[in-house]
């Protein structure tokens, strides 16, 4: 960035402190189409100076060194050209936990902590006449799903599967990451094809591929072409896959046992019908995400 692009020739002179690099680079980053530019800016400033964010607005008035100044220049010119900041530092919040991400897997998104929490809401009904229990995530991609619940529910056990290789080796460093390792059972699978122990699960969870090639198309730049296209598209309808995994469940999700999955809204209308037409669960329900859009199925099997 060179000084004085803001236009002010007075500016010029002035020093590139914190506060003043945050403001360049958040308008510089609205400009190229962020949705969140000034976050992305911090961020990236906050890796490159090796502090948190909240460091930051405690040193507005400082004037990174040139080192920083150089890794940040960098980060802000890979940002600008659509990569996403997860991609750029390496990881991602999710849950209050820091994951590590890659470009074999998907970023997590918030919507999906919504998953997380209906997940745990829903286990607490199950431990009122078990424990001990079995469970899994469906295309785990960078773990977060497995690795969050595993962490809050000390007593489960987990199976994550998914179908790429390089995405299960980031899951597997942030089970480690996270200190449940030991609970979760990694498998490289199409869904639950490769998993034949245990038969059956207390809680079936994915967030699977549920977009139709249609929609892929449209995506903005950022997501399209860094994210992978296997964790996004489902196929033309964008049901496909959440129907598999809801017949999945009629050998696989234990009576009484909870399937919850993630989906868009615009396949909620066909999601439910599928399920209510399995005739497998005493209740489907259909939850919204912060955005008011339907967001989530969570099923439970007869019991
Ligand atoms: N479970 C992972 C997530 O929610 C990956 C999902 C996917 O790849 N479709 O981020």
Same mark, same amino acid.
């Given at each position: 960035m060179s000084q004085g692009e803001n236009g002010k020739s007075e500016d010029r002179d002035l020093p590139w402190t914190v506060l003043r690099l945050l403001q360049w680079t958040t308008d510089f980053f609205r400009s190229r189409g962020s949705d969140s530019p000034r976050l992305d800016a911090e961020i990236l400033l906050a890796h490159a100076r090796s502090c948190s964010r909240i460091e930051l607005y405690t040193?507005? =008035?400082?004037? *990174?060194?040139?080192?920083?100044?150089? =890794?940040?220049?960098?980060? +802000?010119?890979?940002?600008g050209s659509g990569m996403p900041?997860?991609?750029?530092?390496?990881? #991602?919040?999710?849950?209050?936990?820091?994951? #590590?991400? &890659?470009?074999?897997?998907?970023? *997590?998104? *918030?919507?999906?902590?919504?998953? +997380?929490?209906?997940?745990?809401?829903?286990f607490r009904q199950l431990t009122e006449f078990r424990s001990g229990h079995q469970c899994v995530d469906i295309g785990t991609g960078s773990g977060v799903i497995a690795v969050t619940l595993a962490k809050h529910l000390p007593n489960t056990k987990w199976v994550a599967t998914d179908i790429s290789p390089r995405a299960l080796e980031i899951a597997i460093w942030n089970a480690e990451q996270h200190g449940v390792s030991d609970r979760i059972d990694f498998v490289e699978s199409n869904l639950l094809d490769k998993v034949t122990e245990p038969r059956q699960f207390s809680i079936i969870c994915s967030n699977p591929p549920y977009i139709t090639e249609d929609e892929f198309t449209n995506l903005e730049a950022t997501v399209k072409e860094f994210e992978p296209k296997s964790a996004l598209v489902s196929g033309p309808t964008g049901t496909e896959i959440i129907q598999q995994v809801i017949g999945l469940c009629e050998d696989r999700l234990m =009576?009484?046992?909870?399937?919850?999955?993630?989906? &868009? *809204?615009?396949? =909620?209308?066909?999601?439910?019908?599928?399920?209510?037409?399995? &005739?497998?669960? &005493?209740? +489907?329900?259909?939850?919204?995400?912060?955005?008011?859009h339907r967001r989530l199925l969570s099923m439970q099997r007869i019991a």
């Open positions: 040193s507005y =008035a400082q004037e *990174p060194t040139e080192e920083e100044r150089i =890794a940040f220049r960098e980060m +802000v010119r890979r940002r900041v997860a991609q750029i530092v390496g990881y #991602r919040e999710f849950y209050s936990l820091s994951f #590590r991400v &890659s470009e074999a897997t998907l970023i *997590p998104r *918030p919507e999906t902590e919504h998953l +997380v929490i209906e997940a745990l809401d829903r =009576a009484g046992g909870f399937c919850i999955l993630e989906m &868009s *809204p615009m396949i =909620a209308e066909s999601c439910m019908e599928l399920a209510i037409e399995s &005739s497998l669960f &005493s209740e +489907v329900n259909c939850l919204r995400d912060l955005s008011g």
